[in-house]
């Protein structure tokens, strides 16, 4: 596995290596330039704690992610494999960072949501396109992605991110997906980044579908967060779970630490919350599969009810975002345009997302039904109005 130059691990100082000596020996020493206001008695009452600065996030808090990780995913998680950050697009950032330098790339799926390419670009990395193919149901292009690590572009491509379910596609990675990409990963050197928010939210799911949080096979990057999990992306944390080979998890978080101290992303005032948060994350995941699992049920509904049958919905394994595929001789712009003047409803087309072909929208699962069967409504209206 080859890691990015740009991370700084060279050989400490010699006071910085005598100061770690006696921390491992267990030697408190004082410190003439110590300027952390809260060991002084200067701390505010409202955040009275000291501050421990612990660059992988504090550790009462990645002990209480550890225990709620470690019962979800049915196998002990490590709090020394997780980082603590306030959201996984600034995951998305530091693992870039970890991996690439400038110039190199990391693979990004198509269809997808236009967040990978934008943030690659603003580290200076090129964010190349595999696509996921449709036959009824959306899979990975693995001989694609063979292709691609192997072919003319495979010396910088440092990364594969792997969204699990994707959005808005909705499609989990398949069992015989995952044993083929783990394979092709660990013989070309490529890290995986497997972004798992949606993953709770299983609408019509094959089989066999497993979180790749956990994955020993090839260093792996999971990333989840309090975004979807709470419906709250309001709440701003996110996480990163390190899995994979020993020798090159011990590399690599021995360079991740040095970006996460870099940044010291996480608020004490924010970590003291997690552990209620966590214990409010099963009632709260439940309360969304209900709303979600309702709305794609009535659109089924509503969409068997038209006469017309126009529209029609593809199939959404887990996520809160599903397609409509409308007719492919309508202009997607002239549509959403047509139900903006007429309805007073926007949404998003499939071009957004990339979609190879035209005649797709994206509509949420998310809002009460009454509102959802009015957005379904205005679709019809729109579609059957044009033709």
Known sequence: MRFSSRVDISDPNPIAAAEALAKAQGV???????????????APALVPEVYTADPRGPRAAREALSAFLSHAQGSPVDA???YLLSSTSEAYS???KLLCDAGDAVLAP???YPLIESIAWLECVDAVEYQLRFDGSWYIDVAELAALLEGPESGRIRALVLINPNNPTGSYVKAGERERI???????GVAIIADEVFYDYALEPFDGNARLAGERGALTFALDGFSKMLAAPHAKVGWIQVSGPEAEVAEAQRRLDVIADDYLPMSDLIARLIPDLLAAAPVQTETVRRRVAGNLALLHRLLDGDDRGLVSVLRAEGGWNVLLRVPGVLDENELVLSMIASHR????????FDMESN???AISLLPEPDEFERNVRAVLAAVNGML
């Open 28 to 42: 408190t020493l004082g410190k003439l330039n110590d300027s952390n206001p809260t060991r002084h008695g200067l």
């Open 80 to 82: 020394d494999r997780l």
């Open 94 to 96: 530091w693992l870039i």
């Open 110 to 112: 198509k269809p997808g």
């Open 182 to 188: 783990v394979g092709l990963c660990r013989e070309h």
């Open 345 to 352: 409803v926007s949404g998003q087309p499939g071009y957004f």
């Open 359 to 361: 005649g797709y929208l």
